[in-house]
């Protein structure tokens, strides 16, 4: 998600990394790295036991196991091309303001650079890894299964996305990151509408599963740009109230798996898997 988690803490608590180093300097004095150490183990434990309970659900039926495995990896993964992806629209957006639009107000810039840079470029690359483990067809996935797999794959990103902050970040914005679980809301969110678009065979859910999601990850970096907050300081609610958007998701999606198995619908195969003899032929 957004790089500049500087911006974040403040957002979230009206103090910056700075004074929040202080507070902590302050209390822990010696003992910074250890808290450093333990805010960052903190901070991935609802993404790892997220993962741990959807590898629970089916854990006798191997072919639900092996989507699942596939999704972890290709959430893993997925921090490759988007990588490259941000790096080459970063240079294009940086081309265009110094080129085209010398003139363009640092807003629209930074809009563009975390609508497009960041927000595309990642909701983009999950989504087709999403696909990737739908067209393996491993198990006669359910609405549920469909969920989960896109979850797994936000998730492990989201995992792997966390690493960088360890060397660098406030043990503030550590836990932060750990408490909102973005990636796993916006997962939830892109796996339960392209289930609608998959149960219902309408196409217009399989635009909005991507949307949606990247709509709400475009809104939630921008509302922690720097830019945003120079022209008032009181618009850091817009970043608050998505933040607790975030955490709305994620009980949503906890909400979801509890109750999706008493309902029929949810719990349909959306595919069939091929007869050894159609293999066959």
Not at 36 to 54: D, E, N, Q, T
Not at 56 to 61: A, M
Not at 147 to 172: H, K, N, Q, R, T
Not at 178 to 193: A, E, N, S
């Amino acid at each position: 998600m957004l790089p500049f988690y500087p911006v974040a803490s403040y957002s979230f608590l009206c103090m910056n990394v700075s004074a929040w180093d202080i507070i902590y300097k302050n209390i822990f004095k010696g003992e910074k790295m250890l808290f450093a150490i333990l805010s960052f183990i903190i901070s991935l434990v609802p993404s790892l036991l997220v993962i741990f309970y959807i590898l629970r659900r089916k854990k006798e039926d191997l072919g639900y196991q092996r989507s699942c495995k596939s999704a972890i990896g290709r959430g893993a993964i997925a921090v490759l091309p988007i990588i490259g992806l941000s790096a080459l629209f970063h240079i294009i957006n940086a081309l265009v303001k110094r080129f085209l639009l010398p003139d363009m107000h640092p807003l629209v810039f930074r809009a563009i650079y975390t609508f497009i840079v960041l927000a595309f470029v990642e909701e983009l690359v999950k989504f087709f890894c999403f696909k990737g483990v739908l067209k393996k067809k491993y198990n006669e996935y359910t609405w549920t299964d469909v969920v989960a797999f896109m979850v797994l794959v936000g998730d492990m990103f989201g995992l792997v996305e966390d690493i960088p902050y360890a060397i660098g970040a406030s043990p503030m914005v550590m836990l932060i990151r750990g408490l909102t679980v973005g990636h796993i809301g916006y997962g939830f969110v892109m796996g339960w509408v392209y289930g609608k678009k998959l149960y219902t065979g309408k196409k217009k859910y399989g635009f909005l599963a991507f949307m949606i999601p990247f709509l709400l990850h475009g809104l939630y970096d921008f509302s922690l740009s720097s830019e945003l907050l120079e022209i008032n300081e009181d618009l850091a609610f817009i970043g608050i109230s998505l933040a607790l958007v975030d955490i709305i998701l994620f009980i949503s999606m906890l909400v979801f798996f509890r109750r999706s198995k008493k309902k029929e619908k949810y719990n349909v195969p959306l595919i069939k898997l091929p007869e050894p003899a159609e293999i066959v032929q």
